[in-house]
């Protein structure tokens, strides 16, 4: 199974799919959406298919800078980062929730930065998305 509920290569995700899978979460991707949308102008949106293991996802970009991944999942979403190690050390200072800052501390480390996936259901988690995206464009 994929980490998006969308594993079809050659059918992109409809809008009524999307409201189908995502349900209450919906709202909260179109509000986290708009939101970075507007403090992060301007941003392009770039949905792109991973591959079988991760299937489809939206790229929030900044010029050519991915600001976050957002993968679609039944009743959840998650907001995917690579963060640098100066954006994690700023994290810990950042008044994040503990069970955010363990997700950094434990997440894999690559070239690009760590590979940190956020599950959100809620505008409160989502409030927390943007303060990690305005960390991240800060470092």
């Not at 770039?46 to 900044?62: P, V």
């Not at 994290?91 to 760590?114: C, M, Q, S, T």
């Amino acid at each position: 199974m994929a980490l998006s509920a969308f594993d079809d290569r050659k059918a992109p995700p409809t809008h009524q799919d999307f409201a189908r899978v995502l349900d209450k979460a919906g709202a909260v991707w179109l509000d986290l959406k708009d939101e970075l949308g507007s403090v992060f102008a301007p941003l392009q949106e770039e949905w792109s298919f991973a591959g079988a293991k991760y299937g489809w996802s939206l790229r929030l970009k900044r010029r050519k800078r991915v600001i976050v991944y957002m993968t679609p999942g039944r009743q959840h979403f998650l907001a995917s980062f690579a963060l640098g190690e100066k954006a994690c050390a700023a994290a810990l200072h950042a008044g994040l929730p503990a069970a955010i800052l363990a997700l950094i501390a434990d997440a894999p480390k690559y070239a690009e930065g760590r590979g940190v996936r956020i599950p959100v259901r809620t505008r409160k988690e989502a409030s927390t998305i943007v303060k990690l995206a305005a960390i991240k464009l800060a470092h």
